[in-house]
């Protein structure tokens, strides 16, 4: 039997609030009152067949409370005229808060707008969009009008967020609500305060104007003749970015990796030097013009992503190579062959040809699925064989 229950209208009614459409019109004043709801009965033979329990039913939804039942007269040829629920209305917005016992958040919800269309209408569109969100910020939402405020006296303020000087908001509170202050700084600053290049979480500090924190550059000089601080000590440096950029190493080779220990470990080499931890972020690196003078060779694992970062370190180092990422590499290390989770699938068009052949392999699984050689698992002896060839001119 599936016959409409009043559980089964307060359902219909629920899935209106979890949408937000029933505080939505609080907002833009659109309502979804007074609204028909779904209502499944019984047929002519189930009138017959259980007609005890269709009184039942009926008796049900007639005491029900916050909703209108619409009767209808039915004539059976056994039962004769009988009325039966054929509609049910929910009447009012206050009558649908009430069956699902949503009146005290609607009213909570009711003076979010009325202090958000006083202090800052352009961002009642926000509330519209997202009315349940916006109950669970109710408490810090004061505070966000004033960081919004904050900056539409102060556009693109040109300081940190730490400087940001405002009763009761800290960098972490801003931090914390930074996706929501975002939609909000949209809705309410003019354009010219906008960097609309800027997208994505990372990119907040840049699209309004704020400082960010400098990428900063880790490196070492793999010849101690060319030690940039003075005495023996291995030197483990990091610069920022605009200083790297400045900087005058002297080296002709820069080698990129992206495991610490790799780093460093990597043996001493004339003229040399080795950068960590670029990853995918090597639009910083590739600001330093000097870098663009050396040879640059890019160290990762053998695997789909190992070669995916390859291919986005040359879109801005076009002449950057590959080391130990070759298959003779990949196959004298077969006991240390690891299972990479989610292998990349797209194409890469930076690669070489005999890149790119071995990555077709890793990708296709023609070899073994998911394949991966971390580049720490290399023997060392092989990389210092490898070293000793580029320094002799044999290696690639």
């Keep these: 039997m599936n016959w409409t229950t009043p559980a089964d209208l307060r359902a219909q009614v629920q899935r209106l609030w979890d ?17 028909r ?16 329990q269709v009184r039942t039913w009926i008796a049900d939804l007639r005491h029900g409370a916050h909703y ?30 009430a069956l699902i016992g949503k009146r005290r958040d609607a009213e909570r919800f009711a003076e979010l707008v009325a202090i ?48 940001i000087d405002i009763p009761g908001v800290h960098t972490k509170f801003i931090e914390t609500h930074r996706a929501v202050l975002s939609e909000l700084f949209d809705l309410a600053l003019p354009p010219d305060a906008i960097d609309p290049q800027a997208v ?33 000590t291995d030197q483990d440096i990091t610069l920022d970015h605009d200083t790297f950029a400045l900087l005058d190493a002297k080296v002709i080779r820069v080698f990129v990796t992206e495991n610490e220990i790799n780093f460093l470990a990597f043996p001493k080499m ?12 090597f639009d910083m690196l ?5 870098l663009h003078r050396c040879t640059v060779h890019y160290w990762g694992d053998i695997d789909t992503h190992g ?47 005999e890149e790119r052949e071995l990555y077709d392999d890793l990708r296709d699984n023609r070899i073994r699925p998911s394949l991966r050689l971390e580049q720490e698992r290399i023997g060392f002896g092989w990389i210092e064989a490898a070293l000793s060839r580029l320094q002799s001119g044999h290696g690639g």
């Excluded at 709801?37 to 005890?52: C, H, N, Q, V, Y």
């Excluded at 009325?83 to 209305?89: G, Q, R």
């Excluded at 590739?286 to 000097?290: L, M, Q, S, T």
């Design 19 to 35: 949408r937000g459409l029933m505080l939505a019109g609080l907002v833009d004043g659109e309502t979804l009152f007074p609204r």
């Design 68 to 97: 209108r039942v619409v009767m209808r007269e039915v004539r059976h040829r056994i039962l004769g005229a009988n009325l039966i629920p054929e509609e049910i209305w929910i009447d009012t917005l206050d009558d649908a808060l």
């Design 116 to 163: 958000t269309r006083k202090r800052l209408a352009p961002t009642l569109p926000w509330l519209a969009k997202h009315p349940l969100k916006a109950l669970e910020l109710a408490p810090h939402w004061p505070l966000l009008l004033d960081v919004v405020d904050w900056m539409r006296a102060n556009p693109r303020p040109g300081v940190y967020l730490r400087q």
């Design 307 to 353: 070669y995916a970062i390859l291919d986005q370190l040359r879109a801005h180092l076009p002449h950057a190579r590959s080391f130990l990422m070759e298959r003779d590499t990949l196959m004298v290390h077969q006991s240390q062959w690891m299972t990479e989770p989610q292998p990349v699938r797209r194409d890469l068009p930076r690669l070489t040809p």
């Design 200 to 232: 994505g979480s990372n990119q907040f500090c840049r699209r309004y104007g704020f400082r960010d924190k400098p990428p900063r550059i880790r490196f070492r000089i793999l010849d101690p003749e060319l030690a940039l601080l003075p005495g023996a």
């Design 270 to 281: 004339p003229r040399s030097m080795v950068v960590f931890g670029a990853g995918y972020g």
């Design 286 to 290: 590739a600001r330093a013009a000097w």
């Design 37 to 52: 709801l779904t209502l499944k009965g019984p047929s002519s033979s189930e009138l017959a067949d259980r007609f005890d």
